[in-house]
């Protein structure tokens, strides 16, 4: 199961970390992505990072505010977001495809595992 957490409440220009973990296991070899669904909207893509850890992807409203990465320990994919806008407003979701060791992609339909996701409200 992957547990997303790092949700809040906060003014515009804000910033959050949002985290993603795997309950029994580590992310260690999974492509991970990250999607976010606003009120009324469907899921959107946001970023993804491979295994390997390059080739990482962002979507262009988020390039130069949001960064992805994975933590030392390797158990562990974080979204660090800046500049909070009201769009950036919804459910945060991290997803991993089934199998190990891919590249990233930014379609839903990569990922067979998803979290229950993390509400993120930016407003002032």
């Known amino acids: 199961h992957l547990v997303e957490s790092g949700g809040d409440s906060v003014q515009p220009g804000g910033s959050l970390t949002l985290s993603c973990a795997a309950s029994?296991?580590?992310?260690?070899?999974?492509?991970i992505g990250w999607f976010r669904q606003a009120p009324g909207e469907e899921r959107e893509p946001v970023s993804c990072?491979?295994?390997?850890?390059?080739?990482?992807h962002y979507i262009d409203s988020v390039k130069g505010r949001f960064t992805i990465s994975r933590d030392a320990d390797k158990k562990t994919v974080t979204l660090y977001i800046n500049n909070l806008q009201p769009e950036d407003t919804g459910v945060y979701f991290c997803?991993?495809?089934?199998?190990?060791?891919?590249?990233?992609?930014?379609?839903?339909?990569?990922?067979?595992?998803w979290g229950q996701g993390t509400q993120v409200t930016v407003a002032a």
């Open positions: 029994e296991t580590t992310l260690e070899y999974h492509a």
């Open positions: 997803a991993a495809p089934r199998n190990l060791f891919t590249v990233c992609r930014m379609w839903s339909k990569w990922y067979d595992y």
């Open positions: 990072i491979p295994s390997s850890g390059d080739e990482i």
